[in-house]
């Protein structure tokens, strides 16, 4: 009888006890370890305790900072606060920043500007003096009020967003029409912020209007009354540069009739000279004569030299028209004697372009090439900008002097003669013509 081995499985535990093992000597033994290392003194632990107790814990509110957006977390405040007029101005504001974003489309270049609610610091800004703005209409503080607006109006500004600027100046306008104990000193003054919030817009006409009512409103202020004819004055002036009709001429009467209110001598001439100009440009010499021998006299006494220039230039055109070319040679010549002594400089070089003009228009060519001559080269030495009108009049001078002697050759058919001039240039070519 064969032998039986009865052969019994070892219990498979060396995985589980590889596992128990490994766990144990990986993760329990370390942390224990760690504990024996780092345990605290008891002191030390019930003055941590103390020092949480002491905590203050967290409210609602607070925790909602970590959670909400900031415009949601201003909103909130400003309701708490009880500022919901603030509030609905607020979403009115950013809805309407969105809705005029859609309506200019995405190709628009505004369209890649950040919306209000992504630049935290406007929000902050903006929420914070519209909340100042409502406190102070409730305790019926109306200058502070048109601050406040007027406050936003200026950081919008300055950050270039031309549309809440403007939005905040007619609201600080608003404020100045509807309570009547308003400072009529700041009344003014909000008209001309809007005023020249319609002019960076480019609408002129209601620009106008708005200066027009700061002109009135500051009548009993001198330095705002001075301020208002300078606005009107330069403002008319612009309409008139927008127009070539009789319009443009009526513009230019209304600015000088305004700077003639500013009591500034140098604004009221220089207008006077801008007059003159539109006379002249409209036909009306004896009228120009007036306007521009006004601005001359003054020129002449305040020795500006630049203004006499013009004011000479101008005079010896007038008289020019009047066939009077002695009158117009003799503005001209003053200009030239009084720059005289600062040959080289720019106003040299315009009084002898002026004069190297008339020369030629008098057909006296060797005098105009001799004052031309003066002005292109002045000119050419500092690249000023009349470099090529003052090249063209020499050349004019030039070509006018050799055209009699030109055309004899062309009548005598010397065709030989005027192909050796033209590759020579020789002044022997400069004879009297033959009868």
């Known amino acids: 009888m064969t032998e039986t081995t009865v052969y019994r499985p070892k219990p498979n535990n060396e995985t589980s006890n590889k596992g128990q093992s490994g766990f144990y000597r990986n993760v329990i033994l370390p942390s224990k370890t760690i504990k024996e290392k780092n345990k605290l003194p008891l002191n030390q632990i019930k003055n941590t305790a103390t020092a949480y107790e002491k905590q203050t814990a967290l409210r609602k509110e607070d925790t909602e900072k970590f959670r909400s957006s900031l415009q949601r977390q201003l909103s909130t405040d400003m309701l708490r606060h009880g500022y919901h007029h603030s509030f609905r101005e607020l979403c009115a504001i950013l809805a309407w920043q969105k809705d005029d974003r859609e309506r200019l489309g995405a190709e628009h270049p ?6 209000l609610d992504a630049e935290p610091d406007k ?40 549309w809440l600027s403007d939005y905040f100046y007619e609201k600080s306008l608003n404020v100045a029409q509807t309570y009547s104990q308003f400072d009529p000193q700041l009344a003014a ?35 705002l009354r001075t301020d208002a004819s300078i606005q009107l004055t330069r403002l008319y002036m612009k309409l008139a540069q927008r127009r070539t009709d009789m319009q443009s001429l009526q513009y230019v009467i209304k600015a000088y009739e305004a700077s003639a209110q500013t009591g500034d001598k140098k604004v009221e001439n220089e207008t006077s000279y801008k007059l003159g100009q539109a006379f002249l440009e409209h036909g009306d010499v004896d009228s120009a004569l007036k306007y521009l021998h006004r601005y001359y006299d003054y020129c002449e006494d305040m020795n500006d030299d630049e203004g006499f220039g013009l004011a000479s230039e101008a005079l010896a055109i007038c008289y020019q028209k009047k ?38 228009t008098l057909g006296q060519y060797d005098a105009g090439i001799q004052s031309l001559s003066k002005a292109y080269s002045i000119s050419l030495a500092n690249s000023h900008a009349d470099l090529d009108r ?43 013509p033959k009868p």
């Open 189 to 223: 003054e909000a008209h001309l912020n809007v005023g020249l919030a319609y002019e960076r817009r480019g609408d002129l006409m209601k620009a106008l209007h708005s200066f027009i009512k700061y002109r009135e409103l500051s009548e009993d202020f001198e330095q």
């Open 323 to 360: 066939s009077n070319v002695e009158k117009s040679t003799e503005y001209l010549t003053k200009y030239l004697q009084k720059v005289s002594d600062k040959e080289g400089d720019i106003q040299y070089a315009r009084a002898c372009s002026a004069l190297g003009f008339i020369h030629n």
């Open 123 to 162: 929000l902050r800004f903006l929420c914070q003096y519209l909340n100042k703005a409502e406190e102070a209409e409730r305790r019926c503080q109306y200058s502070n009020m048109y601050h406040n607006y007027l406050e936003l109006a200026a950081y919008f500004l300055k950050s270039d967003d031309r």
């Open 390 to 432: 003052n090249r063209v009049l020499f050349g004019i001078a030039h070509g006018m002097k050799i055209r009699p002697f030109f055309n004899d050759q062309i009548d005598r058919m010397n065709t030989k003669d005027l192909l050796q001039w033209k590759c020579t240039r020789h002044e022997s070519f400069l004879t009297e």
């Open 110 to 115: 505004l369209h890649r500007r950040p919306l």
